[in-house]
């Protein structure tokens, strides 16, 4: 297939528009390089594969879509900071509403057949603390997740009245890096708590913060449920394949496991050989205790099951990365 990347210079884009590639897929990047990295998309996809352009700018995204005679377009260009959404609301609706929006009036207008969109698990708030389905109340908490479900909701729209088919995908927390080391993530400012920890253990006078000791948890730290970024990367591929026309679905990707942020440190520690500096600092508001995938769509809609999300192999290839690339892509 003839597929566009929005995102693809970032973290969880560049990773599937290599594996996308790898399939043999036709694959063009198209990122505004906001807050992605052209390294990343090189490294990815190869040369004269980016077009660096805003979603805003529809006159530059028809020609690309035009261009490539794109078939199918993942969409995974966003800003993606929980607390920058708190302070920036309006900067979230445009970016990421907003731009939603454009993609889709020039899927429209090129006739694209098929969107896969990067929703996250923010769409469901602060939930009690059973195992999440897609079925359970969407109350996002803040405008990031705010921005995610809105964007659902205008693709769901498109879908049925243009016929289009549209797979969201709510991702869990997404953590890992490409096995061969040529991948991994970079986010800046780094608000992801492995690569925080890493970076802990990799630098000197680095301390890892650890918001709140006092959560009915077993150990008292938050639990989340990791997903290794190729398992996302696949993920995407099964929804392309798997696409109909005219439908709109929202499925969630996690593992159904969760780890605490305790147990995380201690994996870092172990993978390392090295003590993660640390120290507790107060709640953060709107941090949800426990956040973790129940048995939901992926399998029975896509046939998904992560292969590469224990814990293990999410810290050891996150580290492979940071030892090879100690100051991301930019070094
Ligand atoms: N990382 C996670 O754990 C996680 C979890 C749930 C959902 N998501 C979602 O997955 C997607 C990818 O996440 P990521 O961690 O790879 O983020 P990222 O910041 O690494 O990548 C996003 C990319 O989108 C580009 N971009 C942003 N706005 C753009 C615009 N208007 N036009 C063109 N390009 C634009 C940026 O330059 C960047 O390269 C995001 O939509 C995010 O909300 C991520």
Redesign the pocket.
């Known amino acids: 297939m003839r597929v566009l990347v ?9 990773h599937t528009a290599r594996v996308l590639a790898d399939r043999g897929h036709d694959v063009l990047i ?8 052209r390294a ?1 998309a090189l490294a990815s996809v190869g040369s004269g594969r980016l077009i660096e ?4 700018d529809e006159d530059r995204l028809d020609q690309a879509l035009l261009a490539h005679r794109t078939e199918a377009v993942i ?6 900071l929980v607390g920058e959404s708190v302070t920036q609301p309006g900067l979230y609706w445009r ?2 509403v907003g ?1 939603t929006l454009s993609l889709l009036r020039c899927a429209k207008r090129q006739k694209i057949g098929h969107i896969v969109f ?5 769409v469901y708030g602060e939930p009690s603390g059973s195992d999440l389905v897609e079925s359970c109340q969407l109350a996002p908490v803040n405008p ?1 997740g705010e921005t ?1 479900l809105a964007s659902e909701w205008a693709l769901a729209a498109h879908a049925r009245a243009h016929g289009m088919g549209v797979t969201a995908l ?6 890992g890096a490409h096995p061969d080391g040529s991948l991994g ?3 800046d400012p780094e608000s ?1 708590l492995i690569p925080l920890a890493l970076d802990a253990v990799a630098f000197p006078n680095r301390q890892l913060k650890i918001f709140g000791l006092d959560w009915p948890t077993p150990d008292g730290t938050c639990i989340r449920d990791y997903v290794h970024v190729m398992d996302l990367a696949e993920a995407h591929v099964l929804a392309l394949s798997t696409s109909k026309p005219g439908t709109f679905r929202a499925i969630n990707l996690g593992t159904g496991t969760g780890a605490s942020v305790r147990e995380v440190i201690d994996m870092v520690a172990r993978v390392t050989g090295k003590p993660v500096p640390h120290a507790a600092a107060p709640r953060r508001p709107g941090d949800p205790c426990r956040l973790v995938a129940g048995a939901g769509l992926a399998g029975p809609e896509l046939g998904w099951q992560p292969k590469h999300s224990s814990l293990e192999t999410i810290v050891s290839t996150a580290w492979e990365w940071r030892k090879k690339h100690p100051h991301g892509y930019r070094a």
Do not use: V
Request: hydrophobic share 30%; with cysteine; charged share 15%.
């Open positions: 929005t995102g693809g210079a970032g973290y969880i884009g560049s198209y990122d505004s390089l906001a807050r992605g990295h990343a352009g805003d979603l805003l969409h995974f260009a966003a800003y993606a970016n990421n731009g990067s929703s996250t698990c923010a990031y995610k709510r991702y869990f927390n997404a953590a993530e970079d986010h992801h």
